[in-house]
């Protein structure tokens, strides 16, 4: 027979990020809506309870920008997605800020049910017959030969039911993607460049046009017509990006992931270099104690540096 006491001592919470043991055969989908319903509920969460649609917004963003990282870190070192294999470090990662995203649309719908508007299994039913609509050559239609002919098929579709090409792009999209998809719905309508060349011209053109803009602040010029200047080089470039298939945001991540890389190689050195000086204090040749010349030298050895021993 168990020990009654040690059945009826208080547990310890599991550590922060810990799973808590399902029931026995509780589905895991029904189980996560129990719980938020049991959160917002009259003895739930205050924190949980005060929640509103408005008040949640920023947590999507983050928790989506969260996702996006844990994606995009993996990908020098998990190698194929296609095959099979263990699970690597990523993955663990995934699954984590997979369900942070899940979390959010659970709350939202709950919020929602709560008002009588709709629950979570609308949700899903909805995209459920969103997808089978917009995959007919998968349910019941014609098949199509390849991803690009799906796509052409996807957007006749949804442009049956918009007043313009430029209809349902979230304006509140990174300025790079809203431009990209800006200028791809722009390019499947026939505006479009003749070849890449053109674009090439374009963008050399915008760069001239604000090396101008700059050169007349010094004169009086306007600075507004500068910052256009500048967005039309950056759109230019999208582009540019898009002819030759590349995905402007992602690219611009990985420049700024890999200059914070050669960045902290550089305090790295300029640490290691003050402790074989002997320097006592931390912090020896700080930033704004470098010359110019010296930063660049530093820059150059960074590019090696961090490739070879860096982040």
């Known amino acids: ?25 509780a589905d895991p989908v029904e189980r996560l809506l129990r719980v938020m319903a049991t959160l917002r509920g009259g003895e739930g969460c205050p924190w949980d309870r005060a929640q509103t649609h408005r008040s949640l917004a920023p947590f999507l963003i983050e928790e989506a920008y969260e996702l ?18 263990q699970p690597t470090p990523r993955d663990a990662a995934m699954r984590e800020e997979l369900g942070d995203v899940l979390l959010q649309v659970v709350f939202h719908a709950q919020i929602a049910e709560e008002r009588g508007a709709f629950s979570f299994r609308d949700v899903a039913g909805a995209l459920a017959g969103k997808l089978e609509a917009r995959h007919p050559h998968v349910f019941g239609g014609d098949p199509l030969p390849n991803s690009a002919a799906v796509q052409d098929a996807w957007h006749r579709a949804k442009m049956k039911n918009r007043d313009s090409a ?57 600075r507004a017509e500068a910052e256009m200047e500048l967005g039309d080089l950056l759109f230019s470039l ?18 700024t992931r890999k200059f914070i890389a050669r960045f902290r190689w550089m305090e790295e050195a300029l640490r290691a270099r003050g402790a074989q000086d002997g320097e006592e204090q931390p912090g020896h040749q700080q930033p704004g104690r470098l010359e110019p010349g010296q930063w660049w030298a530093l820059w150059k050895e960074a590019k090696i540096g961090a490739k070879t021993g860096g982040d």
């Open 238 to 255: 999208v582009q540019l990006a898009r002819w030759e298939n590349i995905d402007p945001e992602t690219a611009l991540r990985r420049s």
């Open 166 to 222: 430029m209809d349902g792009i979230p304006a509140a999209l990174p300025a790079l993607q809203w431009a990209n998809q800006v200028s791809q719905r722009a390019a499947r309508e026939g505006f479009e460049w003749n070849h890449k060349g053109e674009i090439h011209d374009k963008a050399a053109e915008e760069l001239g046009e604000f090396r101008a803009a700059i050169s007349a602040l010094n004169d009086g010029g306007s």
């Open 1 to 25: 027979m168990a020990d009654k006491r040690k059945d009826d001592a208080p547990q310890a919470p599991p550590p922060d990020g810990a799973e808590t043991p399902p029931p026995d055969g």
């Open 68 to 85: 996006i990282e844990a994606i995009e870190r993996g990908d020098e070192t998990s190698g194929d997605e296609t095959g099979g294999g």
